[in-house]
Every structure is written in structure tokens, then in C-alpha cells.
T-cell receptor, first 114, second 112 residues
Framework: GENVEQHPSTLSVQEGDSAVIKCTYS??????FPWYKQELGKRPQLIID?????GEKKDQRIAVTLNKTAKHFSLHITETQPEDSAVYFC?????????????FGKGTHLIIQP | DAGITQSPRHKVTETGTPVTLRCHQT?????MYWYRQDPGHGLRLIHY???????DKGEVSDGYSVSRSKTEDFLLTLESATSSQTSVYFC???????????FGQGTRLTVV
């Protein structure tokens, strides 16, 4: 089955700086890669996703890049703000396209320092 | 919140008792999932459903069963609860194409 590794487990950045979270996956058939943000005590919420036919996708201050050859994808947050503090999870679909569930990384706790 | 609600939100139960958690969705999603979230493990798939009465096992299915008799409801049953099943349980649902999964609010289950 799919295996997703996520780094770092904790990331502390100054407000206004950029943050990068990296994930690798093992199943070359994976074709869907979402990122979720989870605030303390809340549900994970989808913030951005990318499909395997695209190399990069941006949504305001958030971007995701995908390197299929190397089997890794990254989340980039620019101009970080206090409300960006949360746990972020990457996930990969595996060969089922996500229909049989997503495989998640173990999460990155992002801390925005004022 | 994509119309996904879980009940109960919190539950404390004793070892050896059966427990059923309910997930209800109003968006007619075809696919539904149960995950558990534990510190240091992220989210792990327990069971999933790809239609009414169509279910299959996930990564951590031992000790759990599921049922889906209607599109909108997906039930997770712990047949005989153990302390290792103390966790936060999340239901998710997704659409017809490559599945974007939307999560419910979670159920915090404590087995004592």
C-alpha cells in the first residue's frame, strides 16, 4: 500500500516569513495529493490539492508543488500570519484515486512566532 | 462543513462494551470513510464505503465493523471496546470523481 512521509514534524517561523512542508510518497500510481489544515480541537479542512497531471498550483498565499519523478510534493505558505498556526497534513490517494481512502502523513505543527 | 455530522461528539465507555458511532451526510456523497487520529500517527483509515452496503477494510480495521444501509449514514461499531481504541474518530465523505474528502467534527472516545 501507499506510504507517506512528512517533514518536519514541527516548524517555527517568524510572522511574515515563508514556511515549507515536504512529503514523499511510495506508490507511483497515486494521482491525487491534498493538504489539510487542522486547528486545535477542530476537524481537518482541505486547503489545497493537486492532481498528478499538474506540477504546481497556487491559491493566494498557499502553493503546492509536485515532482512525480521524485515522488515528492510540498506545501508553501508565504507571508505567514498568526492564523496559519495549526497542524498540517499531506495525503496521497494511492492507486485507487482516493476512492478507497487517503494515506496521510503524520502531520507538521506549524508555529507562527509574532 | 460539507454537511457531515457525527454523533456522539464525546463518549466514555467501559472495556468490553460495544460502541456505535454515527456519521450522517446530507450531500449525497458516494464515498464515506472512518479514520482514527492518534498522536504521532496522523489519520489512519479504519473502513470505507463506496456505496450502500458496499464496504471494505482499511489499514487498522481489526476490532471494528461498519454498516451503510443508506447513502447518508455510515456507522462504525467497536464490537468489544478496548483501551487501545481510545482515540478521536473522524468520518469523511467524498464525491464521485477523484475524491476530495470532507471531514465531520470528530468523536472523542475514551475506553476505561
Amino acid at each position: 500500500g501507499e506510504n507517506v512521509e512528512q517533514h518536519p514534524s514541527t516548524l517555527s517561523v517568524q510572522e511574515g516569513d515563508s514556511a515549507v512542508i515536504k512529503c514523499t510518497y511510495s506508490d507511483s500510481a497515486s494521482n491525487y495529493f491534498p493538504w489539510y489544515k487542522q486547528e486545535l480541537g477542530k476537524r481537518p479542512q482541505l486547503i489545497i490539492d493537486i492532481r498528478s497531471n499538474v506540477g504546481e498550483k497556487k491559491d493566494q498565499r498557499i502553493a503546492v508543488t509536485l515532482n512525480k519523478t521524485a515522488k515528492h510534493f510540498s506545501l508553501h505558505i508565504t507571508e505567514t500570519q498568526p492564523e496559519d498556526s495549526a497542524v498540517y497534513f499531506c495525503a496521497a490517494s494511492g492507486s485507487g484515486g482516493g476512492a478507497d481512502g487517503l494515506t496521510f502523513g503524520k502531520g507538521t505543527h506549524l508555529i507562527i512566532q509574532p | 462543513d460539507a454537511g457531515i455530522t457525527q454523533s456522539p461528539r464525546h463518549k466514555v465507555t467501559e472495556t468490553g462494551t460495544p460502541v456505535t458511532l454515527r456519521c450522517h451526510q446530507t450531500e449525497n456523497h458516494r464515498y464515506m470513510y472512518w479514520y482514527r487520529q492518534d498522536p504521532g500517527h496522523g489519520l489512519r483509515l479504519i473502513h470505507y464505503s463506496y456505496g450502500v452496503k458496499d464496504t471494505d477494510k482499511g489499514e487498522v480495521s481489526d476490532g471494528y465493523s461498519v454498516s451503510r444501509s443508506k447513502t447518508e449514514d455510515f456507522l462504525l461499531t467497536l464490537e468489544s471496546a478496548t483501551s487501545s481504541q481510545t482515540s478521536v474518530y473522524f468520518c469523511a465523505a467524498g464525491g464521485q470523481v477523484v475524491t476530495e474528502a470532507f471531514f465531520g467534527q470528530g468523536t472523542r472516545l475514551t475506553v476505561v
